[in-house]
């Protein structure tokens, strides 16, 4: 079992920055890949980044390429987003997730557990 919180979501204008955490529990984290997910409203569920178990690979949708950066400490069960240069666009609620390491990758049915989701709002 792993328990996902996310936090660091917020109200920011455009061209800003915001960094997004997620805290993972439970013993066999570092055996899930990672990804991060977001919903806007009437919206389906979209791939954001994902990150492999190891922390050596990475995948990003083609709109947050060269803007968001996904990382990941294994020894302190975290998982961050770095995102540079917010539009208006990226505004969304923003989900953790932890799926199997060796499939897990951009589809959200890839993954098995998930955060409650952080509200990121980017002004104009």
């Known amino acids: 079992q792993v328990q996902l919180v996310e936090s660091g979501g917020g109200l920011v204008q455009a061209g800003g920055s915001l960094r997004l955490s997620c805290a993972a529990s439970g013993r066999t984290f570092s055996r899930y890949n990672t990804g991060w997910f977001r919903q806007a409203p009437g919206k389906e569920r979209e791939f954001v980044a994902a990150?492999?178990?190891?922390?050596?690979?990475?995948v990003y949708a083609d709109s947050v390429v060269g803007r968001f950066a996904i990382s990941r400490d294994n020894a302190k069960n975290t998982v961050l987003l770095q995102m540079n240069t917010l539009k208006p666009e990226d505004t969304a609620v923003y989900y953790c997730?932890?799926?199997?390491?060796?499939?897990?990758?951009?589809?959200?049915?890839?993954?098995?557990?998930w955060g409650q989701g952080t509200q990121v709002t980017v002004s104009s």
């Open positions: 990150v492999r178990w190891s922390g050596g690979t990475t």
């Open positions: 997730a932890a799926g199997d390491y060796r499939y897990a990758g951009r589809r959200p049915n890839e993954y098995e557990y």
